[in-house]
């Protein structure tokens, strides 16, 4: 079920780099920080989604506060208290097993916020799939099955399954399939339903008053009728999660698009780094870096080495007053051949913020406060 780090893709691996570093220096980290990304990553499915929906990416190391989890490389054992014939923890991992602190969860693709899902204190769901959850047992022949595809199904919840498609783990209580979710909500926004019952003859008192018939008058929209439905086993709800739940994709889809254009508008315009401050820059392996634009005079460069993982270029800009933003691009060639261009402005807080100047264009486009 796992992956070479090297083999996602390259947005995805700077999104969990950056998102990790961001939290270095900050309480969040409590005791972490050395911390980085595991060589390995787990891909992520859901029902409705070809292909690989997320990766989960393991955080490693941490040299104080809390109990190391453990990246179990198979799934329950046999023999043990649960009355299923499987333990409550994953097996012994062996030699080769990691101390893993968190996880980052990263979306691949716009289906879904950036980082929908992290922690630095909790075991990564590939992993607590595999222990036991309250109200799941496994089926008979399945317990310590490997499991070979993680899905994540809800803000909180996963599943796993083996090689054959049969369910054999669970984080969280997997939804139930709704029917009747009209597939626009947004016809429903703001649209206030009403009803009023009226009893068809004067009641003095409450004698015989659980008796009382009523004529029911309502007014505005109608209301969608709801129910859920319980699929006939895990086949079955993966065929029918993308139907059940469509709106509600749709709508986290919407929700999401405002925050990935930011990230766009980043990658093309540059991140902002205000006169006498400094940035983090996480990098994905040592790399050879050239900086260069307006802005490289005005900012000094380092790189920052990471016990264990990949090192941070340092930036840091003069405490000056600029007259405009001034651009710097940064470089970074990786040892497996990977390139990526990270580009970045130095602006003080005098500069105007209503315009970006557009080098592509030779021009000025105006952005939201």
Request: hydrophobic fraction near 40%; aromatic fraction near 6%; charge should be negative.
């Amino acid at each position: 079920m796992r992956m070479s780090i090297k083999d996602v893709p390259l947005p995805v691996r700077r999104l969990a780099a950056q998102h990790l570093e961001s939290l270095r220096g900050t309480e969040l980290m409590n005791g972490m920080e050395d911390a980085r990304l595991a060589d390995t990553v787990v891909p992520i499915h859901r029902p409705d989604i070809d292909g690989v929906a997320y990766y989960e990416f393991a955080v490693m190391g941490g040299r104080g506060g809390g109990t190391a989890l453990r990246l179990a490389t198979r799934g329950l054992a046999k023999g043990g208290d649960c009355g299923c014939g499987g333990k409550d923890t994953p097996t012994a991992p062996g030699a080769g097993a990691m101390a893993a602190r968190g996880f980052v969860v990263v979306t691949n693709g716009r289906h879904d916020l950036p980082i929908p899902h992290w922690s630095l204190d909790q075991a990564p769901p590939s992993v607590a799939v595999m222990q036991r959850q309250e109200g799941f047992c496994p089926k008979e022949g399945e317990v310590g099955a490997e499991p070979a595809r993680l899905y994540r199904l809800d803000a909180l919840a996963y599943a796993a399954e083996d090689a054959n498609g049969r369910l054999v783990g669970q984080l969280g209580q997997i939804p139930s399939l709704i029917v009747g979710l009209p597939h626009r909500l947004e016809r429903y926004a703001g649209a206030i339903s009403g009803a009023i019952a009226i009893p068809f003859g004067e009641q003095r008192t409450d004698e015989g008053a659980e008796n009382a018939r009523h004529e029911v008058k309502t007014s505005g929209p109608d209301a969608p009728q709801l129910a859920t439905a319980e699929p006939d086993g895990w086949a079955e709800f993966k065929k029918r999660y993308a139907d059940a739940f469509g709106p509600m994709l749709d709508h986290l889809r919407d929700r999401a698009a405002r925050v990935w254009e930011i990230e766009e508008a980043v990658a093309r315009f540059g991140e902002g780094i205000l006169a006498g401050t400094t940035h983090r820059v996480a990098l994905l392996d040592e790399a050879k870096l050239e900086i260069t634009g307006e802005g490289a005079r005005h900012v000094r460069a380092s790189v920052e080495e990471s016990p264990g993982g990949a090192p941070v270029l340092v930036l840091t800009a003069s405490p000056l007053s600029l007259p405009q933003e001034l651009d710097l691009q940064v470089a970074a060639s990786y040892a497996d051949g990977t390139k990526e261009m990270l580009r970045f402005f130095v602006v003080s807080r005098d500069v105007p913020s209503n315009t970006k100047a557009d080098r592509s264009r030779d021009g000025l486009i105006e952005c939201e406060e």
